[in-house]
C-alpha cells in the first residue's frame, strides 16, 4: 500500500483537503444522500472553511508516499470530519486515522468520543467501535449521533 504519515494539517493543506473532502462526497456520499444535500454537504468544505476550521479544531492529514490519502479533525469531545481518498477506501487509512485520532484525544484526557456519522460511514464506525445513540436530523444530511469510551 505504501508508507503512511499522519501530520498536523496546516493551511498550506487546505486547498488539496477540499479537493479530496468534495471528491469523496460526491463519489463515496452520493449513494446515500440526494444530490441537493450533496451539494450542500459540499459546501461546508470549501477550502477557505477548512482553513477555518483548522483554526477551531485538532485538524490531520494523512499522506500515502507524498499524495494526500485523508483526513480527520478533533474539536472538544468530537471526532470531526473523516475522509479518505475514494480509490484508497477499504485499505486501512481510514482505521488508522481514527486510532491516531483516539490517541490524541487521550493525550488531551478526552475519556469519551462522539461522532456525527453520514449514512454511508455508520457501518464503518461500528466495526471500529462506535456505538450508536441516536438518528440525528438535518438539513445538510441526516446523520448517526455515535460515542465510543477510550479510557
Sequence with gaps: MGLLTIRAATTTDAPAMSVLIE??????????????IVELICANFTSEKVAQKMAERNVFVCFQNEALAGTISLGGDKLHSLF???????RGI????????ERHAIQKRISMLRLSSSI???PFYER?????????????????LMSKTLI
Design 23 to 36: 471528491q469523496t462526497i460526491r463519489i463515496t456520499n452520493s449513494q446515500d444522500y440526494e444530490p441537493e
Design 84 to 90: 479518505v481518498k475514494p480509490c484508497l477506501q477499504r
Design 94 to 101: 481510514g482505521t488508522q486515522l481514527v486510532e491516531y485520532l
Design 120 to 122: 454511508t460511514a455508520r
Design 128 to 144: 471500529v467501535g462506535y456505538q450508536f445513540i441516536r438518528f440525528e436530523e438535518r438539513k445538510d444530511g441526516s446523520t448517526f
